[in-house]
């Protein structure tokens, strides 16, 4: 059971693949961390089915497997795991503080890794309509949509994927994308244009969700070259138009660029000493499982660092034995 009274050296905020791999680093170098999971255990990749691009496993793995893989080394290293959404930090002076409700948690170092969430299209009833035919995750929800008909909105490789995931369940899959080109890579790209089940909408955007009591039950789409208004009728409408990273709680905190991305440098260095961040949250950029555990890696590795060159102040770490032991 995680121990309010103790000053934590490394707190790592996330479960995906950047958080876990911190964990088995920062566990294998006696830091006992502290993991804080949130409404999604194991990330976006819990999501997914096969991983084909995650080294080592020729034959590819099960999204949840990798994770629970992960989570299992993790547990291995004495990483202490819990439930929680933090709902307000504090990294004005050390220690850094994090409340999970009323509880105060406090580390001296901390790892971000808490990811980044399905963006929406910003319709007046999308949200309302989550879980009633408005989805982001096929793999999650495609079986609800056996011979129904189907959008997915977006260009990119998470749109071509969930498109071709799709078509082996849906009667029609038709995709709404706002310009005349693909911006999936053509490995993906070229899968669903070749798929004859797929219709494909150019230059075209949903503008309206049309349901009725029992949910979805079309689209409004405008050309956007015309000006052309039309419905297509729908059970389904999967939203795969990127990411935004989770990093609300550290506004007027930490550095972000323009996206809210968090900012790093030399490795997962943030721009207060002691804090790190890792994965989604700070890359636009790749945003790949393997490069999210890669940035897990370097945070696990500063934060001990930093930890190292700390001045000793026994009333502030190896509190009733939990960290490391030392004098430094
Ligand atoms: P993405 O690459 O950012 O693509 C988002 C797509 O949604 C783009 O086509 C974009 O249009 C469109 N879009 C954005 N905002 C929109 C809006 N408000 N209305 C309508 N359309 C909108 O996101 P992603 O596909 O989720 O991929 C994210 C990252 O994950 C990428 O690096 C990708 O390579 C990676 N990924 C890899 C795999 C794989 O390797 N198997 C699978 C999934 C994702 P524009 O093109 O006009 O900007």
């Known amino acids: 059971m995680a121990n309010p009274d103790l000053i934590y050296e490394i707190i790592i905020l996330g479960s995906g693949p950047a958080g876990l791999t911190a964990a088995i680093y920062a566990g ?26 995650f080294p080592g496993f020729p034959q590819g793995v099960d ?8 989570r299992r080394q993790a547990e291995r290293f004495s990483t202490e795991f819990i439930t929680g959404e933090v709902s307000k930090v504090d990294l004005k002076e050390r220690p850094f503080r994090l ?32 879980g009633r035919g408005v989805s982001v995750c096929a793999t999650c929800d495609g079986f609800f949509y056996r011979d129904k008909d189907v959008v997915v909105v977006g260009g990119g490789d998470t749109a071509m994927e ?19 080109s693909l911006r999936a890579t053509p490995v993906l790209a070229d899968r669903a244009l ?16 049309l349901s009725n009591q029992s949910g979805v039950v079309g689209i409004k ?44 440098r030399h490795g997962a260095e943030t721009s207060i000493p002691g804090v790190f961040a890792a994965g989604d949250v700070q890359d636009p950029q790749f945003r790949q499982a393997i ?11 500063q934060a001990e660092r930093y930890l190292d060159d700390l001045p000793y102040d026994p009333s502030l770490t190896c509190q009733k034995g939990i960290c490391r032991p030392k004098p430094r």
């Open 291 to 301: 490069t999210a555990a890669g940035t897990g890696c370097m945070a696990a590795i």
């Open 162 to 180: 969930e498109a071709v995931f799709l078509t082996r369940i849906a009667r029609s899959v038709t995709v709404v994308h706002r310009r005349d």
């Open 28 to 53: 294998r170098s006696r830091c006992c961390p502290l993991l804080i999971e949130g409404g999604q255990p194991g990330g976006q990749l819990t999501t997914t089915t096969a991983v084909d691009n």
């Open 63 to 70: 999204g949840p497997e990798l994770m629970d893989n992960m």
């Open 221 to 264: 789409v405008t050309q956007r070259n015309t000006g052309t208004v039309e419905d297509i009728s729908c059970h389904g409408v999967f939203i795969a138009i990127g990411h935004q990273p989770n990093t609300h709680l550290f506004e007027d905190q930490l550095e972000m660029d323009t996206e809210g991305y968090l900012t790093t």
């Open 194 to 209: 070749a798929n004859k089940q797929i219709t494909f909408r150019w230059d075209s955007e949903v503008t309206e969700i």
């Open 99 to 130: 409340w999970i409700d009323e509880t105060l948690y406090r580390c001296m170092s901390l790892i971000i890794a808490t990811g980044a969430s399905a963006r929406l299209l910003g319709l007046d009833n999308e949200k309302e309509l989550y």
